[in-house]
């Protein structure tokens, strides 16, 4: 089991920045791919950023502007998000996926940017 816990959202003006960052805990030797989805009202699931042994992948929409990032001596993940557009605004999600294929999800924080 991984548990993972998510902070740093909050309220932010177009143009800004935030940085989130997700503990894991548990079986974090299990812990394959570490990253990030997000979640606007009315729409699926997205994913946003993923990082597994260094190489990193990013949606389109944030290429440029957000940076994932991974401290395993913390067990911590961060998503570093530049230049925070209103359509940033969403629930984001922490995820990680073990060796085995098993997936676990922190509980969201709630990103909002306003216009």
């Known amino acids: 089991q991984v548990q993972l816990v998510e902070s740093g959202g909050g309220l932010v003006q177009a143009g800004g920045s935030l940085r989130l960052s997700c503990a894991a805990s548990g079986s974090i030797f299990s812990i394959n791919i570490m990253g990030w989805y997000r979640q606007a009202p009315g729409k699926q699931r997205k994913l946003v950023a993923i990082t597994s042994s260094g190489v990193k992948n990013y949606a389109d929409s944030v290429k440029g502007r957000f940076t994932i990032s991974r401290d395993n001596a913390k067990n911590t993940v961060y998503l570093q998000m530049n230049n925070l557009k209103p359509e940033d605004t969403a629930v984001y999600y922490c995820?990680?996926?073990?060796?085995?294929?098993?997936?676990?999800w922190g509980q969201g924080t709630q990103v909002t940017v306003s216009s």
């Open positions: 995820t990680s996926t073990t060796w085995g294929g098993d997936d676990y």
